[in-house]
Structures are given as C-alpha cells and as structure tokens.
C-alpha cells in the first residue's frame, strides 16, 4: 500500500497513512500490525480537560464551535493514544441544524419541545444541506490537519434513535409512543424514518466530504426491537443511510446496545463493521454477522471499574474471542462511562497493542 | 386429574382445581385447555383501583399490610380475568425484614442507605425467618382461601438482581460497582450471592408454606451480563435457589428483562418455566432452553399502546411462534407500564383464551 505513489492512488502522503492505519486496514480486513483500539465517548466527561474546556458551554453550542469540536475530538488521541479520532457531535446536532427546537439536558439528554406524532408534523423534518452545519465542515478540516496519521470517523444517530427521540420528547426506556406509532401508523412512521433516513445521510456526507475516513451510525436504541420488527420498520431507513455514502468507499460501522438478536441483520443493512455490546461473545456475534464484515467490540465498560488484573484478564478474554475474525476494531461494548479513571483506559490501549503486535 | 379422589392426592377439591388449573398444567407442559395468561405488574398502577387503595400508603407500608396485598394481589384476577394471581410484594422485602436500612422512593426505586461493599457490610445480611414476615404468610393464607381455583405465584427477587440494589445503594443502568466486586473481589461476591440465595430461598418457602402453588424468581437485571459471567459468578447463588424450594414440587419460573443470551443458562440453573421477553422470538427461545421446560412470555409491552389491531395482529405473531412449545404461559415480555389501558389488558387475556381454546 505504501508503497503506491500519490499519483496512482490520488491521495496525499497524509491521506495514504491514514488510509494505511491499523484502524483502517481492520475495518477492510486487512492484516494490522496491531489491533486497533477507540472508544465509544471517548471524548468526554471521564477526561478532566474535557471538563475544563467545556465549563459554563451549553452541549449543544459545545458541537457548534469548531475549535472546541476540534479540541475536544483531540483530546482522547493525545492522551490514550487510540487508533482512531470520533468527530466531537451529539446525534441531535443534525435535527437542531434544521430548525427542530430542542436542547440536550444536562443529566437528562435530549428534550425535544414539540413531539412528532402526526403527519403534519413531518413538514418540519426538512432535508439538511451542508450550508446548515458550517462548524461540522469546518471542524473536521481542522481535525484531519491535526490528526496527521489517525484516521477521524464521522458520526450520526440512525433513523430508528433519532425517531424515538422525536417522538416520546426525550429520552425512553419503553419507547411506548414511538412503538405505538410503529405499529400504529406503519405509512407515518415510514414517512418519518425516510425522513430521517435523508438528513442522516446528509450529515456523514458532510463529514466524509471535509475529510472523515470512517463513518459510525449509532443506532443507540434498536436494541429494544425484535428481529421481525426490525426488520420490516427500521432496517429500510438504515441501509438507504448506507447507501447513500456507499460511493466514498470509506468503512460504515454501525452499532447499537443490547442487540445481539439483531446483528446480522444490522450487517445486512450495509455495514462493513458491526459493533457488539458486551454480551455477546465475538466469535459468536461472528456467526450471526457472517462473513465479509469486521466486527468492533466488545469490552464490559463497567470492567474498567475493577482493578488492573481483572480488566486485562477480561480483555484477554475479548482478544481470545476475536482472534478467528476477518477484522477486529477492538472497543468497549458501550460508551466511556464519566465516573472511569482515565488513566485506566490509556492503560487498557496500550496493554491491547502489546497483546496484539505482530 | 380430576378423577383421581382427594384421598389419592392428599389434596383438598379447592387445591385439586388449582392443581388442574390451565396455569399449573401448561408449566408443567401437559394439554390445557386454553393458554393461560397473567401479566408481570398486572397488580399496580396501571388499575384505578390500585391507585385508590394505595393512596397516601409507601410501597413499603403497603407490602406488609395482609389485607391491603391481598385486596391488591386480588383486583387483576376479578378485573381481567387472568389465570395466576402474583403475591403482591417487592423484591426488596425480605431484606427489610432482616433489617436492612433501605426505602422504595416513588419514581426512583429501592434506596438503600448504607450499601454493601466490604466484608463487614456482609454481616448485615442474615437469613431470613418466617417469623420475619408473618404478614407474608397471613396474605398468602388469605389469598389461597380467596382465589378458589386460581393458583398463586410466590414472588421473590433472584440474587444478582438483590446484590445490584444492595451494592449499588440504588437502581442503576451500568452496574458499574456490582460489576467492580464481582470482578474484582470474586470471593466476596460469592459470599455475598451465597446469603442472599439463603434469604430468597427463605422467602419463597415462607409462600409456598402458606399456600403459594408456583414461584417466579425475578432476576430483572441480569440481561446486563455476559453469558460466562452469568455462569461463573450468578448462577450457582441463583441454582440454590431453585434446589432450595424443589422438595414442594411447584412450578419455578425464572424472569429477567434482555436476557436473550441467558436462556439456556437460566433453564439450567433449575426453572421449570423460562421467562422470555419480546426480543427474542418463542420458538428461537425454545431451541436456547432445550426440551423440558415450559416458556413463558413474551408480547411487547408497548405494543399495548398501540390500536386493538396491532395488538391482536403482534400476539397472532407470539402464539404462532409458540405453537410447537412443550408448556406456553402467555404473558407480556416485561412488566405492565403505569400508562397502560386496564381495558387494553382485559381485552388481551380474552383474546389470546378465544384464539388457544381447545
């Protein structure tokens, strides 16, 4: 690969290490000089210079300035050395690009002010056009200058998460009204995720053309549907989210909790990485993903409560489980919880690469 | 059945009913008449009755009044006609009764005061005597004479689920401390399931003495775990259990939400009935729990929130898939949410008895 001049590959010495990157040869299932390693919410409140930065800024305008975007995107990279940086957002950022009143609540999440529960409230989901999120194009530019050699991966809600969000008002542990609608009115939901389906693809669009090398769809919340239902009232919106960055050739990963009943088909709407919470094994999330995907994943977040020996002999269990994978972007099965010790995560990237140097 | 003579059976007719009814016989997977159906929280807030009889009265307060449990454990079966009434009561009970400082905070859950952490904490968990919970064995003696021919589900939580609350000081969505100890401390921790599988066992025998004739233990939260970790560090304490009551010969049930990678292991750790929840389809459970145990489950609470259609449409879906079962108890694959429509829940027990009756 290195190998390839500029010119036959069209890509710039800094765009082709990045293209040669252990995080980025996984995703393609490539062989890796060592196994990749980025968490989810790696960028955040378990960081103290996360904190500080952020003192006294609203989330929402935190993702709208694209120093601190690009500062807080940093700030995991320096200090853990991960393989890969995650694009400093909230998946609500695109739905408040295109005029939808809400605001993310300290404690709470987001908190829509007037839910979508008719037809009529559709008409507000207009599609977003790369003009309504400046910051995002102007902050990935800033991060893929800095980044040098480490791979940025773009980052978006799915349709399904970001419905549920739009529908109940906020944040659900039932998701009654969103499945209410779901069964309910089957032609409005469809209406809804198709919708969302357009502005999601817009927003990675955006990102992959400023410079991102990856994607992630965040399907936070999938996991609270059956296969069946999944099939037939998300997985549509998901994959034409795929589709459409599909011609960029970049890696789509796509994860949600708790979905082990769901991953195959999660990969079948057309990831080429799929994430797994920790409660599936990853040889065996491998057999129900099947062959041609990378799989990302999967350490117990909660692990990095316990002391040292217990989280590498846990991790040691993870490396164990993937060591028969096509790919393996190693990761926890869920975000940075803020309560981690910092310190315990730069630990565990470093004890990953030296379990894994070839 | 019916003909064998009390004399045979050394049961009274009024246990003889119970006995026969279509709840005990599709546990213990013989032909039944219809599927039976009863629902997790059928007796709360969802019923206007249950609103009035508990105004001004804790929760607490209220699972140690005989009268008030019986009056409450009763309004689901006379307003919906279910098969099984539950003991009204609250996994926290018994560690009240052995003097555990905790209360049940109206919208957050069990709040114990000073949580277990240390070896010394272990010393607060002593086992439980009958004569701690004399208000159990009043109200279950109550009940039995009340219920007639409906049998009753002895109530208690399993020990992972208990230790959480316990060492945790709350309800939590990452069990962040629980996971610390079980990883970190392994022997504490089994000697901290081990007491609480002594006082759960306690707690079911106290019910099935008084007149309980099945029992459902309720590990809620266990679906946070890895199937290895369930195995190594949950099961055992959860398999005393079931050993503990297995002499009475009643039917054990054994529930947690988002257990789906767990169901083998939860059959195997000594249920007769495994409880499934709506994301993992019947007949793809039956084949995860193997041959010999019933299932119960498993409609998607949120799909009450839908028109009658969709509910009758969705459990259409869960009969079919339970059609080739040894044993099938209908019921929701989670608890009944406070929002729900009574009439909604009415509508669903005489549904699913028109579309199973033989």
């Known amino acids: 690969m290195s190998e390839r001049s500029q010119q036959q590959t069209g890509r710039t010495a800094a765009q082709e290490a990045v293209h ?42 935190s993702c709208m300035r694209p120093e601190l975007v690009t500062e807080i995107t940093l700030q995991p990279v320096r200090r853990h050395g991960v393989d890969a940086a995650i694009f400093f957002s909230d998946i609500v950022v695109p739905l408040k690009a295109i005029g939808i009143d809400l605001d993310i609540k300290p404690g709470v999440g ?24 400046p910051y995002v194009t102007e902050a990935v530019g800033m991060l893929t200058a800095e980044l040098g050699a480490t791979p940025l991966i773009g980052f978006a809600g799915a349709p399904f998460t970001l419905a549920s969000y739009l529908i109940e008002g906020g944040p659900s542990r039932t998701y009654e009204n969103t499945k209410a609608m779901m069964y309910g009115a089957p032609e409005l939901w469809a209406e809804l995720v198709e919708r969302l389906s ?35 009232y998300v997985m549509p ?42 409660r599936v094994p990853l040889d ?45 972007v190693f990761n926890l099965g869920h975000g940075v919880m803020p309560a981690m010790d910092p310190d315990a995560l730069t630990h565990l ?8 140097a070839r």
Chains 1, 2 share one sequence.
């Open 110 to 133: 987001p908190v829509v002010a007037d839910p979508v529960r008719t037809r009529a409230d559709l008409e507000r989901l207009r599609p977003l056009d790369p003009s309504d999120v």
């Open 20 to 61: 040669d990157s252990a995080f980025l040869r996984a995703c393609r299932r490539e062989p890796v000089p060592h196994t990749p390693v980025w968490f989810m919410r790696q960028a955040g409140r378990s960081l103290p210079e996360y904190r500080k930065v952020r003192e006294g800024i609203p989330m929402l305008e």
């Open 284 to 328: 065996e999330a491998a057999k129900r993903v099947g062959p041609g995907k990378a799989l990302q994943g999967n350490l117990d977040p909660a692990v990095l409560f316990a002391p040292r020996e217990a989280v590498e002999a846990k991790t040691d269990e993870v490396l164990a489980a993937a060591a028969g994978l096509e790919g393996h």
């Open 198 to 232: 357009v502005i999601t693809a817009a927003f990675l669009r955006v990102q992959i053309e400023a410079g991102a090398s990856a994607v992630q769809l965040f399907d936070s919340w999938a996991g609270a549907l059956a296969p069946a239902e999944y099939r037939r």
């Open 237 to 278: 919106a998901s994959a034409k989210v795929f589709d459409a960055v599909a011609e960029y050739g970049v890696p789509r990963i796509h994860f949600g909790v708790g979905t082990g009943e769901l991953l195959g088909l999660m990969g079948e709407a057309g990831a080429d990485v799929v994430g797994v919470d920790w």
């Open 349 to 356: 990237v470093q004890y990953v690469h030296e379990r894994t």
